[in-house]
């Protein structure tokens, strides 16, 4: 017998199965280079669902931008699913980044008044909420899910937008979370200030036996429990031994972890439907006691079984024909033909170029700037924030004598990037003399440490 959705959910969220739909199918095709194409493909196509205006972020190869700027390590898509209605989806880990974050398990600072699991606090404060914000004053309501990472990124993101900003805090009952196979993110202290007047915002779906979900309880909240720890000490099993040196560890662990809780609204998952809980059971790790086992459970984390024990509950009355026609959001992109202004300062080794911009829309999706002179490339990495954007970039003489124009400026954003030729008179390039004289002296001071150097071999 399938398990229906709780009344009060439906009467507060009548078009909460449609929100499934497009959540579900939303947080699966973040996982894909181009989400569009997969939603092109069976099964989606086959559903009446709303992600037909869409844009998602983009993620550069470059080890500089991925190194400096952690926005190019979130991916996210963000589509406007109809009747006033924006949907954010975060995806989960994929790559190495991803996996040192979910394993970065200390608690942050005291976010929220609670303590905060450090890696997923660090992910969520990366996201600009610029876009939501202004969505939320247009009277839009606001959807935020994502699977596994990105649920905790999505969750943490929905507490900074109700508890941090000021639309946010007016306009709370348009916020909604739904997150799939999400690990625990607070502490006590951030449970009771979250579910004091926010408990209804918060929806987390656990599939029946999720590995993940279970073996990071395990991580938090059994190293501050001995008798759990103890049970299964004798068990002979691989989480035995583990077990034993949780235990010898406890200490250590215990002031580094805290005892992470789960809050909102609870659903367990299984191939009868949504069932509300009070609390998700954590199963015991004594199951896990060969690789069938444990290869099953891991499956039971992908998005596509969240999907699939979804789309043989409630997805049946929501096929049909889905249009191919996809329109691409662009409020999130940089503009082009922004006003600059250039400076070039020539010392006795480099040229430092200035490039300033007096305003660029959606600024705080800037990863960084790459120059391109002749067949030298510099980068730039510049704080987005600031009122006026300036990048500076250095480029060695040596490899370049004489500045040519035109020089090629690309600036790097999280949804687009945007191209500058830049022409330029060579009569603008300064000589900075002070720098040239410092140069020098420093030049000057080595030739003399090698000429004392060579006559002191010469005279042994």
């Known amino acids: 017998m399938v398990n229906s959705i709780p009344g009060h959910i439906l009467e507060k969220y009548p078009d909460y199965i449609d929100l499934l739909l497009n959540c579900t199918i939303a947080c699966r095709i973040v996982y894909d280079p181009n989400p569009i194409e997969l939603l092109k493909c069976t099964p989606f196509v086959s559903y009446s669902h709303s992600l037909n205006k869409i844009c998602f972020s983009h993620q550069h190869n470059s080890p500089l931008i991925r190194h400096i700027n952690p926005l190019n390590d979130i991916r996210y898509l963000i589509a406007d699913i109809g009747q006033k209605r924006i949907l954010a989806a975060f995806r989960g880990s994929i790559c190495t980044s991803d996996f040192i974050t979910d394993v970065r398990i200390n608690s942050s600072s005291n976010a929220y008044l609670g303590k905060i699991h450090s890696g997923f606090f660090d992910r969520s404060e990366a996201v600009p909420l610029t876009f939501l914000v202004n969505k939320l004053n247009q009277g839009y309501r606001l959807i935020l899910t994502g699977h596994s990472l990105g649920a905790a990124i999505a969750s943490l993101i929905t507490t900074k937008l109700i508890l941090n900003t000021k639309s946010g805090s007016e306009h709370s009952d348009k916020i909604l979370f739904i997150g799939f196979g999400c690990p625990l993110i607070g502490d006590q202290n951030f449970k009771k200030n979250i579910e004091k007047n926010h408990k209804n915002n918060f929806h987390f779906i656990k599939n029946e036996d999720d ?249 042994k």
């Open 211 to 459: 590995l993940v979900v279970i073996s990071l309880d395990f991580l938090t909240n059994k190293v501050h429990s001995q008798s759990e720890i103890d049970s299964l000490a004798n068990s002979g099993t691989f989480f035995s031994t583990l077990q034993k040196g949780m235990q010898l560890a406890k200490p250590i662990l215990q002031t580094l972890v805290p005892r992470y809780e789960q809050f909102g609204i609870q659903f367990q998952l299984d191939k009868n439907g949504l069932k509300l809980v009070d609390k998700v059971e954590m199963d015991s790790f004594s199951k896990l006691d060969n690789l069938n086992t444990l290869l099953s459970q891991a499956y039971n984390h992908f998005i596509q079984n969240y999907f699939f024990n979804f789309e043989c509950n409630y997805f049946s009355n929501l096929k049909c024909k889905n249009s191919s026609i996809f329109e691409s959001i662009t409020d999130l992109n940089l503009p082009e033909n922004c006003a600059y202004t250039i400076r070039i300062v020539r010392s006795i080794d480099i040229y430092q170029i200035f490039i300033s911009f007096s305003s660029i829309g959606n600024k705080e999706n800037i990863l960084c700037a790459k120059l391109v002179c002749a067949d030298e490339i510099a980068y730039n990495f510049n704080d987005p924030l600031k009122d006026n954007l300036c990048f500076k970039f250095e480029v060695r003489i040596l490899k370049i004598p004489i500045l040519i124009s035109p020089i090629e400026l690309t600036i790097y954003g999280h949804f687009n990037s945007v191209k500058y030729l830049i022409n330029f008179n060579p009569n603008i390039v300064e000589e900075n003399v002070n720098l040239a004289r410092n140069n020098f002296n420093k030049f000057e001071t080595a030739s003399k440490a090698l000429s004392f150097g060579l006559k002191f071999l010469t005279k």
